[in-house]
Structures are given as structure tokens and as C-alpha cells.
């Protein structure tokens, strides 16, 4: 347990939470237009980019245990994870700009080209970046409500990002010349990437880290023990898997829908809007709703409007009105599965030192985006294979019949089966009302140990 147990200013908070606008500035043009990048523009088989995808989050869930560990083990004079902001947030822009550089050759060539620089990116540095501002707020108080306000004001930024980039992403591609054209992308990449450094510089002038591991894990097989162990790091873990499905489908899937279904890609900017300004607002009030509602109860709340949202959505008869008004009713479930998610699994901590004596922190934040990071490259991937059994076409300007009905029901029926998931989790989910005891306890054994 930590030794210090001093309140942060909101000041500190707000600049923790702004260090999510350079990650997701990264990673919202990774996730969401990278797929469709590979498919449209340099008229690779989605099946492919698929396979490439799924390949690749194998690694990239090794590379977060791995991070998570080396975050806990190593630090210097600054912590444990500023350093890691300090030396590795420019190579991550580097790499993310590598991605959509892909040279001319034959497809043999291309991909590989694409697995190299994907994970680079990804499996690497974005991992290693992420991973050391995910747990810096572990690093910065053991005061769960601090703590909890802290991820909350990170997810708050961090859907702020993507609502940004999802509406001006292609106007800026277009700008530098068009969306067929490999170097506008390459260079409206460039623009974002330099945005986003300054926010991650901020956290390193201004967040300070406090609190130490007592008894960190000897090794990587330790930290994932303890988190296999840790029934409620499951049911946190399930929250932020089907929150990050919601998440890829609003933000990629939701690319082809509106390209191909409804015809129109210039909704994109006002739908991912819809779907992640609610989000914005309620992380905004949701670290002082928390003096109200426990997490639990909010994410049930959530998850009730995301599936009412989606009945909506396959049921009415389609307009545009329909189309923003669902995504605004999901967008509000979202935002309080989304903005729960870290501040849930930050909860899972106590309970896991009470139940196995180990206090594992970046490890278990480690181990949960393993597997959201594997169930979207998951959803990826499978979003590939469908596009490549319906005989999507990037070369087309308009898909045939049964193509665009698969990505109709592909869109509608995915976040369906998420919403009654989430939900059914969320309702079994009552770490938070247990904490108190735990560390009490853990408080008492140490105590008597030190007797």
C-alpha cells in the first residue's frame, strides 16, 4: 500500500486527463481510418488486413504485460512513468506516420511493410506511451476518489479527441489533397501528430507521481496470476472490452456504414459526435455525480440506454433525425461505461493485494488492455473477414446489394449482443461497495506484520 495519502488539486487532475488528447490523436487515426486506409486506398483485401491485424494483437497483448511490468519495476528520480513519456512520445509519432507510408511493390511487400510498421506502432511504443499514462494515476494517489476522477477526466479527454478527429480528419485529407491520395494522408497525420505532443509534455511539467509499490511482482507470470485470480478485475475488464466494442464500432465501422449504406461519409463528423459529445458531458459531471451514484450504478444506467438505443435503431424506420438521435441516446450509455471503465478496474487493485498479498498496479491496468486491445483487433479483423465474404470492393464506388446488407447488419446487431453483455456484467459487479472492508484489512495486516 502506498504511505501517503495526499489530495490533488483539479488543476493536476484536468492536465493528468488531457494527456489523452495526444495518445487518442494517435490512436483514433490508427483505429478508425487505418482499416479503411488499407482497403480504399491502397486496395488491399480486407480479409488480408484482417488476418494482419488479428496476427498482430497476439503480440501486442504480450507487449502490454510486458510494459505494465517494466512500468512497475523501473523508475528514476521522476517515477515511474513520466520517463517513459519523457523519452518514447516522439518515436510514437514517428511510427504512427510510418504506418500510412506504405511503398509501391507487390502485395508481398506491402504487407509486410504493414505488420512491421503496425506493430511498431502499436504493439511497441503506442503500448508503452499508454501504458505508462494509464497507471501514472496509481502513481499519483491511492485516494480511490481521487484516483477514480483522475481516469475519469482522462476518458472525458480522450472522447473529446476522438469527436475532433472523427470531424475534421477528412476535411483535413482533403485539404492536402484528397482521400485516394496516399500523401494527403501522410501529411494530415504529421499536423496531428505534432498537436498531440503537447499535451503528453504537459504531464511530464506537471503531474507528479507520490505513491510507491510496496511489493511489486517479482515477475510478469506473478502480475497476470494475480489478475487471473482477481474475479472482479474480470468483470472490470468485460466493462472496458464491450465499452472499447461500442467504441471501435462508432468509430470504424461506422465509416463504412455511412459510406455504403446510408451514402453518405459527410455524416461522419455528426454522428461520431452524437455518439461521443454525451460521452464528453458526462465524464465531464460524472467524478462529481460519484458523491451521488456509485460506478455501478451508473454503468447499469448505461448499459439500459445503449441497448434501448439500439432496439430503436433496428426497429424505426430509417432517417437521418433517427440515426443522430440513437447515437445520442447509445453515445450517453457509452460515456458512462467508458468513463467508469480505468476508475473500475483501479478498484480491482485493493481487492487483489487483500486476496493474494501482491499489490500489482500497472499489471492490472496492463492486463485489461490486453484484452481490450485483442477484442478490438478481434472486431477488427472479424469486420475483414465480412467485408471480404460479402466481396467488398474499395475500388467501387457504390458496393452491390448483398455487400451493403452485410455492413447493415453487421452495424446494427454487433452493438446489440455488446449492450446485453455489458449489462448483464455491470450487474454483478460490486467491488466498490466491498473496497472499504478490503482495505481495512490489508491495513491490519500490515499493521500486525510491522507489530
Request: some cysteine; charged content about 15%; hydrophobic content about 55%.
Given at each position: 500500500?502506498?504511505?501517503?495519502?495526499?489530495?490533488?488539486?483539479?488543476?493536476?487532475?484536468?492536465?493528468?486527463?488531457?494527456?489523452?488528447?495526444?495518445?487518442?490523436?494517435?490512436?483514433?487515426?490508427?483505429?478508425?481510418?487505418?482499416?479503411?486506409?488499407?482497403?480504399?486506398?491502397?486496395?488491399?483485401?480486407?480479409?488480408?488486413?484482417?488476418?494482419?491485424?488479428?496476427?498482430?494483437?497476439?503480440?501486442?497483448?504480450?507487449?502490454?504485460?510486458?510494459?505494465?511490468?517494466?512500468?512497475?519495476?523501473?523508475?528514476?528520480?521522476?517515477?515511474?512513468?513520466?520517463?517513459?513519456?519523457?523519452?518514447?512520445?516522439?518515436?510514437?509519432?514517428?511510427?504512427?506516420?510510418?504506418?500510412?507510408?506504405?511503398?509501391?511493390?507487390?502485395?508481398?511487400?506491402?504487407?509486410?511493410?504493414?505488420?512491421?510498421?503496425?506493430?511498431?506502432?502499436?504493439?511497441?511504443?503506442?503500448?508503452?506511451?499508454?501504458?505508462?499514462?494509464?497507471?501514472?494515476?496509481?502513481?499519483?494517489?491511492?485516494?480511490?476518489?481521487?484516483?477514480?476522477?483522475?481516469?475519469?477526466?482522462?476518458?472525458?479527454?480522450?472522447?473529446?479527441?476522438?469527436?475532433?478527429?472523427?470531424?475534421?480528419?477528412?476535411?483535413?485529407?482533403?485539404?492536402?489533397?484528397?482521400?485516394?491520395?496516399?500523401?494527403?494522408?501522410?501529411?494530415?497525420?504529421?499536423?496531428?501528430?505534432?498537436?498531440?505532443?503537447?499535451?503528453?509534455?504537459l504531464n511530464v511539467f506537471f503531474v507528479k507521481e507520490r505513491v510507491e509499490n510496496d511489493a511489486p511482482a517479482?515477475?510478469?507470470?506473478?502480475?497476470?496470476?494475480?489478475?487471473?485470480?482477481?474475479?472482479?478485475?474480470?468483470?472490470?475488464?468485460?466493462?472496458?472490452?464491450?465499452?472499447?466494442?461500442?467504441?471501435?464500432?462508432?468509430?470504424?465501422?461506422?465509416?463504412?456504414?455511412?459510406?455504403?449504406?446510408?451514402?453518405?461519409?459527410?455524416?461522419?463528423?455528426?454522428?461520431?459526435?452524437?455518439?461521443?459529445?454525451?460521452?464528453?458531458?458526462?465524464?465531464?459531471?460524472?467524478?462529481?455525480?460519484?458523491?451521488?451514484?456509485?460506478?455501478?450504478?451508473?454503468?447499469?444506467?448505461?448499459?439500459?440506454?445503449?441497448?434501448?438505443?439500439?432496439?430503436?435503431?433496428?426497429?424505426?424506420?430509417?432517417?437521418?433525425?433517427?440515426?443522430?438521435?440513437?447515437?445520442?441516446?447509445?453515445?450517453?450509455?457509452?460515456?458512462?461505461?467508458?468513463?467508469?471503465?480505468?476508475?473500475?478496474?483501479?478498484?480491482?487493485?485493493?481487492?487483489?493485494?487483500?486476496?493474494?498479498?501482491?499489490?500489482?498496479?500497472?499489471?492490472?491496468?496492463?492486463?485489461?488492455?490486453?484484452?481490450?486491445?485483442?477484442?478490438?483487433?478481434?472486431?477488427?479483423?472479424?469486420?475483414?473477414?465480412?467485408?471480404?465474404?460479402?466481396?467488398?470492393?474499395?475500388?467501387?464506388?457504390?458496393?452491390?446489394?448483398?455487400?451493403?446488407?452485410?455492413?447493415?447488419?453487421?452495424?446494427?446487431?454487433?452493438?446489440?449482443?455488446?449492450?446485453?453483455?455489458?449489462?448483464?456484467?455491470?450487474?454483478?459487479?460490486?467491488?466498490?461497495?466491498?473496497?472499504?472492508?478490503?482495505?481495512?484489512?490489508?491495513?491490519?495486516?500490515?499493521?500486525?506484520?510491522?507489530?
Amino acid at each position: 500500500m502506498a504511505t501517503e495519502m495526499k489530495k490533488i488539486s483539479l488543476f493536476e487532475k484536468l492536465i493528468y486527463g488531457s494527456g489523452d488528447v495526444g495518445l487518442n490523436a494517435m490512436y483514433t487515426l490508427f483505429s478508425s481510418y487505418v482499416l479503411m486506409f488499407y482497403t480504399d486506398v491502397l486496395m488491399i483485401n480486407a480479409a488480408l488486413i484482417g488476418t494482419v491485424i488479428m496476427i498482430s494483437k497476439i503480440f501486442d497483448g504480450i507487449s502490454d504485460l510486458i510494459a505494465g511490468q517494466l512500468i512497475d519495476k523501473h523508475k528514476n528520480k521522476y517515477g515511474h512513468c513520466i520517463p517513459v513519456l519523457m523519452k518514447w512520445a516522439i518515436p510514437m509519432v514517428l511510427s504512427v506516420i510510418l504506418v500510412f507510408t506504405v511503398p509501391d511493390g507487390s502485395v508481398g511487400l506491402r504487407v509486410a511493410y504493414i505488420f512491421i510498421t503496425y506493430n511498431l506502432f502499436n504493439t511497441i511504443l503506442y503500448t508503452y506511451v499508454g501504458m505508462a499514462h494509464g497507471s501514472l494515476a496509481s502513481y499519483v494517489t491511492n485516494d480511490s476518489k481521487d484516483r477514480s476522477q483522475m481516469l475519469i477526466f482522462k476518458m472525458m479527454f480522450a472522447a473529446a479527441t476522438q469527436t475532433i478527429m472523427a470531424s475534421v480528419m477528412i476535411p483535413m485529407v482533403e485539404y492536402f489533397g484528397g482521400q485516394q491520395m496516399q500523401s494527403a494522408w501522410i501529411k494530415a497525420i504529421m499536423v496531428f501528430g505534432v498537436i498531440g505532443l503537447i499535451p503528453i509534455a504537459l504531464n511530464v511539467f506537471f503531474v507528479k507521481e507520490r505513491v510507491e509499490n510496496d511489493a511489486p511482482a517479482e515477475n510478469i507470470l506473478i502480475g497476470v496470476k494475480c489478475a487471473v485470480v482477481n474475479k472482479y478485475w474480470w468483470m472490470a475488464f468485460i466493462v472496458n472490452l464491450m465499452a472499447n466494442f461500442i467504441l471501435t464500432f462508432n468509430l470504424s465501422v461506422s465509416l463504412y456504414y455511412l459510406k455504403d449504406v446510408v451514402g453518405n461519409i459527410a455524416l461522419m463528423g455528426t454522428f461520431v459526435a452524437c455518439s461521443n459529445l454525451p460521452g464528453v458531458i458526462i465524464s465531464a459531471v460524472a467524478p462529481f455525480l460519484l458523491n451521488k451514484f456509485t460506478k455501478q450504478q451508473m454503468v447499469i444506467f448505461g448499459a439500459g440506454c445503449m441497448l434501448a438505443a439500439q432496439i430503436a435503431f433496428i426497429f424505426m424506420p430509417f432517417t437521418t433525425t433517427m440515426l443522430f438521435i440513437t447515437a445520442l441516446l447509445r453515445g450517453i450509455g457509452m460515456g458512462f461505461a467508458m468513463g467508469m471503465a480505468g476508475a473500475l478496474i483501479g478498484d480491482t487493485i485493493d481487492y487483489g493485494e487483500w486476496k493474494t498479498g501482491v499489490r500489482v498496479q500497472s499489471v492490472l491496468f496492463s492486463a485489461a488492455s490486453v484484452g481490450a486491445k485483442v477484442g478490438q483487433g478481434a472486431l477488427t479483423a472479424a469486420f475483414g473477414f465480412v467485408l471480404s465474404a460479402i466481396a467488398y470492393d474499395g475500388s467501387l464506388a457504390v458496393q452491390t446489394a448483398g455487400t451493403i446488407s452485410g455492413i447493415d447488419a453487421f452495424f446494427k446487431y454487433g452493438p446489440l449482443v455488446v449492450a446485453i453483455i455489458l449489462l448483464i456484467d455491470i450487474l454483478m459487479l460490486d467491488v466498490e461497495k466491498k473496497n472499504p472492508q478490503f482495505i481495512r484489512e490489508i491495513t491490519e495486516r500490515k499493521a500486525g506484520k510491522n507489530a
